[in-house]
């Protein structure tokens, strides 16, 4: 009990002033703690696409709408607005702002409640095309032709002035002060989707233009939770706390009908005020290990994507190991829709290009690679092979397709390098290119044990076909900064679906979108004129074989080699409650709950 009065001492949850005799105790704070494998890259949402980021600002900030976290299939809800009117075209989103939003307190108020109005999401959008906010996700918005917008940024890009934020544009405007409404050029009828994601949070303009260049380390949104900035530090500790000011949001989840654990789970808590918990403590644990442990050791409630090596260990065959059942420890296995990748840049003199002998490199270093190896040693099993860009859980996706994507063929491999006139010119057992000149590959990796891993097997996959490679290691947001750059060759990463539709994957290999989703700088006409045909088909036959025919030709070129997509298994301790995996919701400690009599009574 010491060291729970001492915790909530130092969470500043206890008061100053010792107890009147027969006054109740205060409620020891609900804690929720967990690990990231990486730090954060920055608390602005029109700044990131790394999932660590986005995951804590979902919890910070308000999109126009969300995914309903236990609604299967899965569909949108309110969030920071009600859903929208969507005209028959498609081209025309109108939004109501919820009113009686407040932004968090901060400074820059000056002491003032600060409603959240429609003019905040007009703002928000448009620090996207401001060429000073290098923002990564420009390419959805830029993608679906907001009228006006993109001639406002060109403006100021040939001018060398400032963005124009005031100038009224025709697809982005507020039209009372709860209302505002997007106009695109084009139909698209998911558009709607992207709105869920956090790069559509809405900030306050007088916040930003506070802080500057260092709006990343001050946000300050209208959600559930707010960052605890004396408590951050770098590399290691994140903490949010509960808003005290948030609305009045209640737990009316609606399970499948197919789950009834989730039903009688979304029967306890109905009612429940949000958020429940008071406090989110991430550690940044880079190490599988370590995680491991930190969950084992009970340092920590819920343990997200339980390292591959000690799957066998956790999970045998599938099932929770006797030891953790005794516990009451709780699984939760479920596919991400997600793909893990080595990117080749284009328009790297070794391997990029689209001339005959450098797509058969690529294709050789493709068909080189044992995916089923990488599975089984890398991923533990924790993986299946990919045949494109389209992940499961997506509408498009193929699951009964089979493509050269997933071929492990060495023989084949060394038939296309000889063919094309990569050969050992000077007996070295090491090939070179065409010219004669070196052929030397260098792929961008991890200082991580499960990087490490997967290093070993590209690096036996370059010797069995005679290609020099080596790797430079570098921390994830260094990597993310530098492939964005065009500064890497190769690098191996995965691509996190935030919304259940395939075109959000095939748009990393859209030529315009290089340089922010397309990390490999693709850019093939044929490519995106089906990329661009099939944004604006609806569902059915048609949009799917759009997209069957883009997936071949990622295929034939090879700017990704696509191993596989991932099987998570989180485990959560027996005192948490509620937790349950939504691949496109991340900010699922919202609906989360501690019961701390359950955890007293463990000893925790």
């Known amino acids: 009990m010491r060291n729970v009065l001492l915790a909530a001492l130092a969470a500043g949850v206890l008061a100053a002033a010792p107890l009147r005799v027969g006054a109740q105790a205060p409620a020891e704070p609900k804690v929720l703690r967990y690990a990231f494998r990486s730090d954060i890259t920055s608390f602005d949402p029109a700044k990131v696409s790394d999932t660590y980021s986005n995951t804590l600002i979902t919890g910070m900030f308000d999109a126009p709408v969300r995914w309903a976290y236990l609604a299967r299939p899965f569909k949108l809800e309110p969030s920071g607005c009600e859903l929208p009117e969507v005209s028959a075209d498609y081209k025309t989103l109108t939004f109501k702002v919820r009113p009686g939003l407040f932004f968090h307190d901060d400074p820059a108020f000056k002491g003032k409640k600060r409603e959240l109005v429609a003019a905040d999401y007009v703002y928000s959008l448009k620090r996207h095309y401001d060429p000073q906010t290098k923002s990564p996700n420009l390419y959805i918005l830029e993608g679906a032709g907001v009228l006006g917008l993109s001639e406002l940024r060109k403006k100021a890009l040939k001018d060398k002035t400032p963005f124009d934020y005031d100038t009224p544009v025709e697809g ?142 956790a999970a045998p065959n599938g099932q929770l190991a006797p030891n953790l059942a005794k516990r009451n420890i709780k699984m939760n296995r479920y596919p991400q829709a997600d793909i893990n990748f080595t990117f080749f840049n284009m328009k790297d003199p070794v391997v990029g290009g689209y001339e005959p002998a450098q797509v058969a490199l690529r294709r050789a270093i493709g068909l080189a690679y044992d995916v089923d190896r990488e599975i089984r040693l890398a991923r533990k099993g924790q993986m299946v092979p990919a045949q494109g860009l389209m992940p499961p859980g997506t509408w498009g996706y193929r699951p009964d397709l089979k493509t050269e994507m997933s071929e492990h063929n060495i023989a084949k491999a060394k038939a296309l390098l000889d063919l094309h006139g990569f050969k050992d010119v000077d007996g070295d057992g090491w090939r070179e290119r065409p010219d004669g000149s070196e052929l030397r590959l260098q792929r961008a990796t991890q200082p991580t044990a499960d990087y490490r891993v997967l290093d070993e097997l ?18 994830f947001p260094e990597n993310i900064k530098a492939s964005r750059a065009g500064k890497l060759q190769m690098w191996n990463l995965a691509w996190v679906a935030t919304t259940p539709d395939a075109g959000y994957h095939l748009a990393i290999a859209y030529g315009p979108n290089g340089g922010q989703a397309n990390h490999s700088r693709f850019d093939l006409p044929a490519f995106n004129r089906l ?51 939504n691949v496109f919701r991340r900010d699922f400690w919202q609906y989360v709950d501690i019961d701390t009599a359950a955890k007293a009574a463990a000893g925790r």
């Open 172 to 313: 982005l405007k507020a039209l009372d002060k709860y209302t505002w409404q997007i106009k695109l050029a084009k139909p698209d009828p998911r558009f709607v989707n992207n709105l869920a994601n956090p790069l559509a949070a809405a900030l306050a303009r007088e916040v930003v233009e506070a802080y500057g260049d260092r709006i990343g380390e001050h946000p300050v949104g209208t959600a559930a939770f707010m960052l605890k900035r004396d408590e951050w530090r770098r590399s290691s500790r994140i903490v949010l706390v509960k808003n005290p000011a948030y609305r009045d949001e209640f737990y009316n989840e609606q399970a499948p009908a197919d789950r009834p654990d989730l039903q009688a789970m979304a029967e306890r808590l109905k009612g429940r005020k949000l958020p429940m918990i008071d406090r989110l403590e991430v550690a940044i644990i880079e190490e599988p290990q370590p995680r491991w442990l930190a969950f084992l050791n009970d340092e920590a409630d819920f343990l997200q994507e339980l390292p591959a090596e000690f799957i066998s260990v």
């Open 458 to 475: 590209m690096e036996k996959a370059m010797r069995a076909i005679g290609i020099r490679i080596g790797f430079k290691q570098g921390k």
């Open 531 to 581: 990329y661009e045909q099939q944004a604006v088909l609806p569902n059915g036959p048609e949009r799917q074989q759009v997209m069957d025919q883009a997936n071949k030709l990622v295929v034939a070129y090879m700017p990704y080699k696509i191993s596989g997509h991932r099987i998570w298994t989180d485990l959560s301790q027996p005192w948490v409650i509620g937790a349950e995996r």
